[in-house]
């Protein structure tokens, strides 16, 4: 990839206070390009404090637009060659595409970390969350059926196919995990649940603190921390004061990641509520820590970052949550047998094989433009 210029268009960067594991992703995949000789340019939305450009860890940053008007920008950056003259461009389709197939003629490569079938109606109740959804599940599959796409796991592959992609178009590559900082905090001595991720509707907190007001008879000491940030935050307090647990629940807000660890290192298990994830970053980071996760199977990227029975437990109703974090919290030795797999299961991953395998990704579709 040396001397090959990549753009990546996304509707965030992990500065931005709604960035998440598939920004961390994205930049972690961006500078092992640029360690390798390739001139990477990262566009994502603006954002209070941002800079117009900047350049972190050898990749240069672009920030333009809003939420909603990023897609326009980054169409248009490209369109007119403001973002320089890619060798290849990296669609990050997060539910919707910057379109870029029709902005440049390089290939383009589509990265989609999860599909959102279930999340429109949820975050987007209405017209909105419909046209969301017909893009992601009819345009989207047309403008892009020529192109190469990369998916977080085997779980997404699946769900790609169900919208028409040709599973042979796309390649999967797994999240690496940072190894675990060191951190001199042991486990709590009391009964703890750690909750990481933004707190958007979606990620469904409320069913971590509602296992907490469903546990305290048995588990008086039981406590909740709900690690991020997100325009969900205020809900998620009002609905520990309505179930009676605000003395159980401790909203940590966003922390630094040397934070972030040593509440891992603190925590019994990682409760995953989430309604979709396309693998689940704090999983396999909790994970390092010898933390195992309680998950819903239908969340998809649960079934390969949680190995069911070895590294964590996988549920299917709320039901079944609330009583495999019990069996957890309550059972020593299954904990610790969990926890030991959770530490294997992390290790198998590294940031080095995410970074070669896009490489190779990229470097493949440069080559095979080049011999048509």
């Known amino acids: 990839m040396r001397g090959r210029h990549v753009v990546f268009t996304s509707w965030r960067d992990t500065l931005n206070p709604e960035g998440g594991g598939a920004e961390r992703y994205l930049e972690q995949v961006a500078a092992g390009l640029a360690a390798q000789g390739a001139r990477v340019t990262v566009f994502s939305a603006a954002y209070p404090g941002a800079p117009r450009s900047e350049v972190r860890d050898g990749v240069r940053h672009v920030h333009a637009g809003t939420k909603t008007t990023v897609y326009l920008w980054g169409f248009w950056l490209l369109l007119t060659g403001r973002l320089g003259r890619p060798d290849v461009v990296v669609d990050v389709q997060n539910g919707l595409p910057f379109l870029t197939r029709f902005a440049v003629r390089c290939p383009v490569v589509v990265l989609v970390h999860h599909v959102h079938r279930e999340q429109w109606p949820v975050v987007y109740p209405g017209v909105t969350g419909r046209f969301g959804w017909w893009v992601e599940r009819w345009l989207a599959p047309r403008v892009y059926r020529r192109s190469r796409y990369v998916a977080v796991s085997e779980a997404t592959r699946d769900e790609l196919a169900e919208l028409g992609v040709d599973p042979e178009r796309v390649t999967v590559v797994h999240n690496g995990t940072d190894p675990a900082a060191p951190t001199d905090v042991e486990r709590a001595t009391v009964p703890t649940i750690c909750v990481v991720g933004r707190l958007v509707p979606h990620k469904q907190v409320e069913q971590a603190i509602d296992a907490v007001a469903l546990l305290r008879g048995t588990l008086p000491d039981l406590r909740l921390v ?138 493949g579709e440069i080559s095979s433009r080049r011999t048509r």
């Open 226 to 363: 709900v690690v991020g940030s997100g325009w969900w935050a205020a809900e998620l307090v009002d609905h520990a004061e309505a179930r009676g647990v605000t003395d159980a629940v401790v909203f940590a807000g966003q922390v630094d990641e040397q934070r972030k660890h040593d509440l891992y290192a603190s925590s019994w298990v990682m409760a995953v509520p989430s309604l979709k994830e396309g693998w689940g970053l704090v999983i396999v980071e909790a994970g390092s820590h010898g933390v195992p996760t309680v998950a819903y199977a239908a969340a998809g990227g649960t079934r390969e970052s949680v190995l069911d029975g070895e590294s964590g437990l996988l549920v299917d109703t709320f039901d079944e949550f609330a009583e495999a974090l019990r069996r957890v919290l309550t059972d020593e030795a299954l904990r610790s047998r969990l926890g030991a797999g959770a530490r294997l299961r992390a290790g198998e991953f590294t940031w080095e094989q995410a970074q070669s395998t896009f490489a190779r990704v990229l470097a």
